[in-house]
């Protein structure tokens, strides 16, 4: 192979690296700007309230019991026991538990970004077992509190007004904070069951909840249903089962979720400890999505930014090996430049207009740039614009692999294999060690053709 033949791809290899500042720098720019996106998110979750996920309502019984423990005996070194008290919060979850929830939604922004908020109102309706007050080996409980009924909600501060709780009926006044058990920590909120209530019993809740981006049930019942309505028309259904059915329409969605104590054993096993179960994964609920934003897609744009350019560059250097027409490494370096910029472009213009409009104004504009500078350099419109199509057309081939997420790596495949066919079938006939740029004086041949 001719010396200048390695020195061009050389050259060529080079500016592909220097190129990787500038898009690196982009890239940089856009985690930066995902980065405030997410802490105007954290902002107005710490205004309005959090994601929210509920558990409950479950029949809570503080006891003391005694237990055997065995010790080692330090004189004789044999095992002894003895009998220790310790306090425990005993649980019983309900035969069925219903939740009825309607979700009014609206986007809360900070600047030009923004997350979703609800507010909720819910419905819940529970019915205990008659024999909530059995107790597993009484000889070993001492002495036992009031029972409580009790319901965690993960961020207190969405609730509007203090829940109301009624027992058969009956409303119930909230026990304070303050007078809980330790053991049952924060987020809880609880009321005192009648000294005289016996046999089967049922509960209702009504809860105005606020939240933001989710909501989520933990199914702690033999049998729960979950119905929710809302405005919002891009849900995400998630966690331990999907709904059975479902409805999604512009105006919103409706689904209903049916599950029972089998396929939630592991929440259930944690509630009955008297733990706060924190696993999202055994709840069940939904997401609200927003729709693919500006930011995701230009993030997801940059990801061919160096399969551009490095087409760019590979179809300058078969211009210059089929016309004998020699490019300089600044002309390269600039027009790589200007494809850079329409990166720059795309990520800007995408915070303030849909992502198609600017995706369409950015590549017109460096397109367009990019022609005329060409159409001065090679000395000919027809070659200059026909590479500024070309470019136009890559990346509008770009754009349809973003927008079709399923198939992206296949139209990728499709595309590269493509690029690698032409290259081939256009350099068939050449002879590489017969080829030689000349660096300097006049091109061999019009570029035009």
Not at 97 to 122: A, K, N
Not at 186 to 191: H, N, P, R
Not at 392 to 408: H, K, P, R, S, T
């Amino acid at each position: 192979m001719r010396q200048t033949l390695f020195l061009k791809l050389l050259t060529i290899a080079g500016l592909m690296l220097l190129l990787v500042a500038p898009l690196l720098m982009i890239q940089g720019k856009v985690a930066e700007r995902s980065n405030e996106a997410r802490q105007v998110k954290y902002q107005i979750a710490r205004q309005v309230s959090g994601e929210q996920t509920l558990s409950g309502p479950l029949v809570v019984v503080p006891r003391v019991r005694e237990q055997l423990v065995e010790r080692g005996d330090c004189r004789r070194q044999e095992r002894c026991a003895t009998v220790e008290q310790r306090s425990v919060l005993e649980s019983q979850i309900p035969d069925t538990l219903s939740v009825d929830g309607q979700l009014q939604t609206e986007m809360r922004y900070r600047g030009i970004y923004g997350t979703p908020v609800y507010r909720s109102l819910l419905t819940l309706e529970a019915v205990f077992p008659a024999n909530w007050q059995a107790v597993d080996e009484p000889e070993q409980v001492v002495s036992s509190r009031p029972a409580l009924l009790i319901m965690r909600i993960s961020d207190l501060r969405g609730l509007v007004e203090r829940p109301q709780i009624l027992v058969n009926d009956t409303p119930l006044p909230l026990v304070e904070t303050e007078q809980l058990p330790q053991a049952l920590g924060d987020s809880v909120i609880a009321v005192q069951l009648p000294a005289d209530l016996t046999g089967a019993f049922t509960v209702k809740v009504r809860l105005n909840l606020n939240g933001t981006d989710s909501l989520a049930l933990l199914p702690l019942a033999k049998e729960t249903r979950l119905g929710l309505r809302a405005d919002w028309p891009h849900p995400s259904f998630e966690g331990l089962v999907l709904p059975v059915d479902r409805e999604i329409s512009a105006e919103g969605f409706t689904s209903h979720w049916r599950t029972n104590s089998l396929a939630a054993a592991s929440a259930i096993h944690c509630a009955r400890n008297g733990q706060a179960c924190d696993d999202a994964g055994q709840a069940m609920g939904v997401r609200l999505v927003q729709p693919v934003t500006g930011l995701l897609s230009s993030e997801r744009a940059l990801k061919y930014s160096f399969l551009i350019a490095g087409l760019t560059f590979a179809a300058f250097f078969l211009f210059e090996v089929l016309r004998r027409y020699p490019l300089h490494a600044m002309q390269y370096l600039l027009v790589g430049l200007a494809l850079a910029m329409f990166y720059l472009l795309l990520v800007a213009l995408s915070e303030h207009i849909d992502f198609v409009l600017a995706y369409l104004s950015a590549a017109l504009a460096c397109c367009g740039l990019i022609g005329v500078y060409l159409m001065a350099v090679l000395r000919s419109a027809r070659a200059g614009w026909g590479f500024a199509g070309s470019l136009l057309l890559v990346l509008g081939l770009i754009y349809g692999i973003l927008m079709a997420e399923d198939y992206a790596l296949l139209l990728g495949a499709l595309l590269l294999f493509a690029a690698l066919a032409a290259v081939m079938l256009v350099t068939r006939r050449l002879d590489w060690y017969a080829f030689s740029v000349r660096s300097t004086g006049k091109p061999a041949s019009d570029p035009a053709g």
